[in-house]
Structure formats: C-alpha cells, structure tokens
Antibody, heavy 118, light 110 residues
Framework: QMQLVQSGAELRKPGSSVKLSCKASGGTLTRYGLNWVRRAPGQGLEWMGGILPIFGTAIYAHKFQGRVTSIADESTNTAYMEVSSLRSEDTAVYYC???????????WGQGTMVYVSS | QSALTQPASVSGSPGQSITISCTGTSNDVGNYNLVAWYQEHPGKAPKLMIYEASKRPSGVSDRFSGSKSGYTASLTISGLQAEDEGDYYCCSYAGNSAYVFGTGTKVTVL
C-alpha cells in the first residue's frame, strides 16, 4: 500500500523561500506522479502543480509559475516543492497527493503547515 | 484557471438528501468527464468521494453519488448523517495536465 509522508511545519519570513518534501513508500513517484495542493486559512483547496508520471515533467498552475519549483528525486522516491518570494498569503497547509488507484487524487500526504510571518 | 463555482453552504436534516452543484466552463467541467469530489474535515487531509463524475472509490458509502450535465457537476448525499458535516470540493481536469478546484461548500447537518 502506497503512502505519502510529508515534512514538518515551517515558519518563514516574508520574501524568503521554503522547500517542502513528500516521501513515497510502497510505490514509485515515476509511475504515479505527484501533485501539490494547498489550503489557506479561510480559503479553499488550490491546485498548485506537480510532477507528471514517467518523464517527471513539472507543471504549474498559472498563478504559481515562476515562484514554485517541483522536482522528484528517484533515488529516494521523494518529491520536493520550493516556494519562493513568500508572502503572508502563502500561509497554508500544503498537501502532496497522487492518483494511486483511481483517476483522481485518492492518496494524500498528511499535510505540512507553512507559516509566513515577520 | 478560475475556481469552479460552488454554493458556499448547504444544510439538511438527518435522513434528508442534499445536492451540491459545481459549475465550470468549456475549459474544464464542460469538456472533460474527469470531475472529482472531496470531503474535508478539520485537521485532516481531503478524502476522495467521487471520481470521473459518477464513480465511487472502494470504501465510500453508496449514499454519495455524482452526476454531470454540461458545465455543471453535482454531488448528492442521501440519508444525511452527522458524520457528513464538513467541507466539500469539486475538482476538474482542465487540460494540459492541469486541475482546478471548486470554491468549496460547507455542509451542515441540522
């Protein structure tokens, strides 16, 4: 059974960057790909982008292009997402998710809370 | 990629049925059958309830059903129970490997 385990909570200052991780076990990221979704306080779920299966191509929502970078490390079966130029509005829970058994995000990590505050 | 439109809140009494709508455009809901619904409870990761507009994943109660017509997808919860309270989001494929979520609906069991 595949599982996704994310890194712990982060506190960052505005203008800085944060790099989040999502480690997969019981399945390979190259086969399933990996997506990033966030939930800001009082806001809804927001698809940010991810890594496509097989070739590992990164794709981003228009809103995050140029500020977010997603990569996958095949050797450790871990995906990373770096968000730069952080602002207070980036305070959110960040989830990694994949399409494991169905053609939808049916497997999620536990989430990583990112606080952006001066 | 604008968020899909959902009602902010829907409520119902135990045992009743409620329906949540999700309206998109020709770029997403109207062009693909890849609409999913997620249930979110505080402090927990979202849970897939419906995929491909009307299919139920293994383990999800048959009280949950989905449909789609044109630019609007719908989630119906029958026999409403207290445990169904939470936030519900639709999500559609939007082409070029991209996805878009709905604005979210808070379900309250009266």
């Amino acid at each position: 059974q595949m599982q996704l385990v994310q890194s712990g909570a982060e506190l960052r200052k505005p203008g800085s960057s944060v790099k989040l991780s999502c480690k997969a076990s019981g399945g390979t990221l190259t086969r399933y790909g990996l997506n990033w979704v966030r939930r800001a306080p009082g806001q809804g779920l927001e698809w940010m982008g991810g890594i496509l299966p097989i070739f590992g191509t990164a794709i981003y929502a228009h809103k995050f292009q140029g500020r977010v970078t997603s990569i996958a490390d095949e050797s450790t079966n871990t995906a990373y997402m770096e968000v730069s130029s952080l602002r207070s509005e980036d305070t959110a829970v960040y989830y990694c998710a994949t399409k494991y058994s169905n053609d939808a995000f049916d497997l999620w990590g536990q989430g990583t809370m990112v606080y952006v505050s001066s | 990629q604008s968020a899909l439109t959902q009602p902010a809140s829907v409520s119902g009494s135990p045992g009743q049925s409620i329906t949540i709508s999700c309206t998109g455009t020709s770029n997403d809901v109207g062009n693909y059958n890849l609409v999913a619904w997620y249930q979110e409870h505080p402090g927990k990761a979202p849970k897939l309830m419906i995929y491909e507009a009307s299919k139920r994943p293994s383990g999800v109660s048959d009280r949950f059903s989905g449909s789609k017509s044109g630019y609007t997808a719908s989630l119906t919860i029958s026999g409403l129970q207290a445990e169904d309270e939470g936030d519900y989001y639709c999500c559609s494929y939007a082409g070029n490997s991209a996805y878009v979520f709905g604005t979210g609906t808070k379900v309250t069991v009266l």
